[in-house]
């Protein structure tokens, strides 16, 4: 399977942004797709997950900002992002995991920006 993200970009503090992640196969089954970001020099962290059956998880540093949602149909996970601070700077990963094998897939990266 192959993940598909993007959405990134350069926002202005406060802005928001919407990141989208698209699964190549329609019938992977999976138990959590989630994203995660790392911003220059630091580790790659959690930004918030949902499992298959929608239930959502959220790192605090986003919690209140943030939201993930799916959209099965087409095949899509979403991380929308509000009130954007210059601390959010980091390219955004979305990550699925296999329910069959507990293997994790990751996609390309988009570069999110805040700045003025």
């Known amino acids: 399977v192959q993940l598909q993200a993007s959405g990134g970009g350069l926002v202005q503090p406060g802005g928001s942004l919407r990141l989208f992640c698209v699964v190549s196969e329609s019938r992977f089954v999976f138990s959590r797709m989630g994203w995660y970001r790392q911003a220059p020099g630091k580790q790659r962290e959690l930004v918030a997950t949902?499992?298959?059956?929608?239930?959502?998880n959220y790192a605090d540093s986003v919690r209140g900002r943030a939201s993930i949602s799916l959209d099965k149909r087409k095949d899509t996970c979403y991380l929308q992002l509000n009130s954007l601070k210059p601390e959010d700077t980091a390219v955004y990963y979305c990550?699925?995991?296999?329910?069959?094998?507990?293997?994790?897939?990751w996609g390309q990266g988009t570069l999110v920006t805040v700045s003025s």
């Open positions: 949902i499992t298959s059956g929608h239930r959502t």
């Open positions: 990550e699925i995991e296999s329910r069959v094998t507990g293997r994790d897939y």
